[in-house]
């Protein structure tokens, strides 16, 4: 898929082009619960879209090489943020997106997930 669980945004993501207002419960832009749109294949909500989310990676170029599961530099000043969110366009929701920003600072567009193993 281009986005986590489709090729179509609006089914999946909160963007800039549905999050400006006019959407059914008529708010503003600004960050929406979880789950408001379809989940992913795993059952993961809002893994694009929403807000960008902060990743384990440390941001740095991938090898020229096919890869599976790229693996970034072992440390740095920036880490990985995936997914997009709210206030930016779709390219930057799409799967294959990543951008990065320093984790000494705050950002009201990023979150991070947390995980329960079982």
Partial sequence: YLYSGSNNIDAVAWYDGNAK???TNGAEKTTRPVGGKKANE????DMS????EWCQDWFGPYENLPQQAPQGPSGGSQRVMRGGG?????????TSSRGSFSPIHRNF??????LRER
């Fill in 21 to 23: 207002g006019g959407n």
């Fill in 42 to 45: 795993l059952g993961l909500y």
């Fill in 49 to 52: 879209g929403n807000v960008w």
């Fill in 86 to 94: 709210w206030y930016f366009h779709a390219a930057y929701c799409r």
């Fill in 109 to 114: 567009l990023a979150g991070f997930r947390l």
